[in-house]
């Protein structure tokens, strides 16, 4: 089973130009893999986040195994154009 949504550079430039409008900026995304969680191809090219330093958060199985995955949760920080570094995010998560 596969997925694959792309924001095309209309969206993005929407996106941006409204974050702008409201005095903010996109810095992190969230995205989910039906298998495994890893940085695609179409993910390091083709991000939401363009802000180096910004995080993508990848989350497996379409999340269907919610926080008790958290463990499978993969973390990348875009260094530049296309270069996302895997990240050790050490972080506890509380369920409240």
Same mark, same amino acid.
């Given at each position: 089973m #596969?997925?694959?949504v792309v924001v095309d550079?209309?969206?993005l430039f929407e996106i941006n130009k409204t974050l702008n409008?409201? #005095?903010q900026i996109l810095a992190a995304q969230v995205h989910t893999h039906p298998g495994e969680a890893y940085h695609s191809e179409t993910d390091d090219h083709q991000p939401i986040v363009t802000l180096v330093g910004g995080l993508s958060l990848v989350i497996p199985f379409?999340?269907?195994r919610g926080l008790e995955a958290w463990d499978d949760f993969r973390?990348?920080?875009l260094e530049g154009y296309a270069d996302w570094r895997a990240i050790d995010a050490d972080v506890e998560v509380i369920v409240v």
């Open positions: #596969g997925l694959l550079s209309d969206g409008d409201l #005095g379409f999340a269907q973390w990348y920080r």
